[in-house]
Nanobody
């Protein structure tokens, strides 16, 4: 059974940094795309970033986080990271880690728009950025 657990969320001032972590268990995920989504109160869940180990760790970022967030993964630890710098109040949201259920699916903006059931999800970690 696949389990996904996020950590690292916190309350931080605008301009600050946080590093989120996500550990998947119950399998080996190096050939699966993994990514981060976020959902603010009253808003739809949005894709933030994804990464796949093929093609030299190809990554995708939403325009709203480009240049500020960096995604990375440690396949030996089945762990995904999201380094978030220069945080803004609009980054406040619950952040979710997602693991693709299908191997070798490409990481792109389209990957973040698949049906909900195409992913394994974690419970989320709260990021709050104060102004």
């Amino acid at each position: 059974q696949v389990q996904v657990v996020e950590s690292g969320g916190d309350l931080v001032q605008a301009g600050g940094s946080l590093r989120l972590s996500c550990t998947a268990s119950g399998g080996t995920f190096d050939v699966y795309t993994m990514g981060w989504f976020r959902q603010a109160p009253g808003k739809e869940r949005e894709g933030v970033s994804c990464i796949i180990s093929r093609s030299f760790f190809t990554a995708y970022y939403a325009d709203s986080v480009k240049g500020r967030f960096t995604i990375s993964r440690d396949n030996a630890k089945n762990t995904l990271y999201l380094q978030m710098n220069n945080l803004k109040p609009e980054d406040t949201a619950m952040y979710f880690c997602a693991v693709d259920r299908i191997l070798y699916r490409s990481c792109s903006g389209s990957w973040t728009k698949q049906p909900y059931d195409n992913y394994y999800w974690g419970q989320g970690t709260q990021v709050t950025v104060s102004s």
